[in-house]
């Protein structure tokens, strides 16, 4: 992990932006980008002398944008901007997110584009640095116009309005200055507006849960593995030779991870003349889905990494022609469709491992004691943890309709179509927490099945496996209290102890 990043000299890679997430980093500006921002502020300021409409600058905003504002209320424009866009409502951001959000604004700004002074830049790294995190409400972004109420949110701070947290406690906006050495900022010309336009949150939010993506993309590789000898499952599906055939690099390299989770496995070598045919989907096919899930999420990690390093502020300031351009960076487009097409991965992640957890609760498909379970009927075993897993599978398939596809006009229709990327990005959340649950429950039901196979054993890569799960949950010999069971393996599926037994390829 990364304990000091210079911005400005080098393109944000996404270990750095989870890192920058995680906290415990010092950020600064490099000479570079210093004098980038300097050239930039001096733009504006040549805007304002000479008195040219500038859109955001010398005028109102949206639908007032013909409104001329007077040089002597050019302050009070900014502040009052500020003020009246942190209209947030719901439940305060997670701290990452909101880290991240701060991280992000400072590299966006920090490129020169915004016509923003050096002591408001720096202002932002010193809360960064400090740690002192905005209260942010997680709820009033249509992700177009910038993610401009959240945005608010995190800028009030600046003006001494709001609320902070720092080391787990909340204070005044007041108190959070002083914590960071910092005292409340007049705003000059366009800074509020370059505060408040950039899809910062939107792209915070879907960053943020591309971290929990990869995580559960991982461990759920390792719990169909552990299901594919639970249920005494081929690894003939798996063969180098078929996945090389239709060539997606995501399959392929799905198709190694589970080779190698399950090669030496006794299990295995115990069942190879059953004369079984083919195993179920959920089973068989576990490449070709998780490949593509694969294919998806690398697809949106770049997408988002290129957004993390754009400039996103309406209007951009060009400091070698003195222009000030009026256009739609802000409108968050391309990271609704890329949080749209993760939602739909996690879905199908959770969506087969809760085909999976039915198949081995199946005895006529899996072979083992109905409901996992010996003397079943006075035990009911892994019955209805399988009706949470289903639950919580149905429920992504509501959170996986893609949020990028509404629209409604804002802003007396100057703002009339709107990318919905903020909610896109931030229902990720709700799916990750479900698909976490679920594969937990897979693992319990997994390595019950495994159990039950003795004397034979699963691999050794999935002995280890074995060893996490049951160092934290004992073998399900009679009906019990389960759901403690269940959160117990979902916070090891989180932490990722679980994932880190993933061949990497």
């Known amino acids: 992990m990364l304990d000091a990043v210079v911005l400005g000299n080098n393109p944000l890679n996404f270990a750095t932006l989870r890192d920058l997430a995680r906290g415990g980093v010092t950020l600064s500006i490099s000479p570079s980008a210093g004098a980038a921002i300097e050239r930039g502020a001096a733009a504006v300021a040549g805007i304002v002398q000479r008195g040219q409409p500038a859109y955001g600058i010398n005028t109102g905003f949206g639908r007032l944008a013909q409104t001329h504002i007077p040089n002597d209320q050019l302050e009070l424009l900014q502040r009052n901007l500020v003020l009246s866009h942190a209209v947030g409502v719901g439940d305060p951001l997670p701290a990452p997110v909101v880290r991240l959000m701060l991280a992000l604004k400072i590299a966006s700004l920090s490129r020169g584009y915004s016509g923003v002074r050096r002591v408001l830049v720096d202002a932002l790294v010193k809360l960064y640095n400090a740690d002192v995190l905005a209260r942010v409400p997680a709820k009033g972004s249509v992700g177009a116009s910038g993610d401009l109420a959240p945005l608010a949110h995190l800028s009030t701070v600046l003006l001494g309005v709001g609320e902070v947290e720092h080391a787990g406690r909340v204070f005044s906006a007041d108190e959070g200055l ?159 469709f890329a949080a749209d097409i993760l939602a739909l991965a996690i879905a199908e992640i959770g969506a087969l491992s809760e085909r999976r957890i039915a198949l ?68 990720l959340g709700d799916l990750c927490d479900n698909t976490a649950n679920i594969l937990a429950i897979e693992l319990l039901a997994a390595a019950q099945g495994v159990d039950l196979r003795a004397p034979f054993l699963t691999s050794a890569r999935l002995q280890a496996v074995m060893r996490e799960i049951r160092s934290r949950v004992a073998h399900y010999d009679i009906d019990h209290y389960l759901a403690p069971d269940i959160a117990a393996i979902t916070d090891a599926v989180k932490s990722g102890v679980i994932a880190a037994h993933c061949p990497k390829h």
């Open 360 to 427: 081995l609760i199946d005895a006529t498909l899996s072979g083992l004691p109905p409901f996992l379970v010996k003397d079943g009927g006075v035990n009911s075993g892994f019955m209805i943890a399988h009706v949470t897993a289903a639950a919580l599978a149905s429920e992504n398939k509501l959170l996986a309709h893609p949020a990028s596809v509404d629209s409604l006009p804002t802003s007396a229709n100057q703002e009339d179509h709107v990318s919905m990327a903020t909610f896109a990005a931030r229902k």
């Open 178 to 336: 002083k914590i960071a050495g910092l005292g409340r900022l007049t705003l000059a010309a366009k800074e509020g507006l370059a505060l408040l336009n950039g899809t910062q949150t939107s792209t915070a939010l879907a960053l943020w849960n591309l971290c929990a993506i990869e995580n559960l993309y991982s461990t759920a590789i390792v719990a169909g593995a552990l299901s594919v000898d639970a249920a005494e499952g081929s690894a003939s599906p798996f063969d180098p030779r078929i996945h090389d055939l239709r060539g997606h690099p995501g399959q392929i390299a799905a198709a190694a991870a589970y080779r190698e989770l399950l090669a030496g496995s006794p299990i295995n070598s115990s069942h190879r003349e059953c004369g079984k045919v083919q195993d179920p989907y959920s089973l068989r096919c576990q490449p070709q889905v998780m490949g593509a899930c694969l294919d998806q999420i690398n697809s949106a990690r770049t997408v988002l990494l290129r957004e993390a390093n754009g400039v996103t502020d309406n209007p951009l300031v060009f400091p070698d022609t003195g222009e000030a351009l009026s256009g739609g960076n802000f409108h968050a487009e391309p990271v609704a």
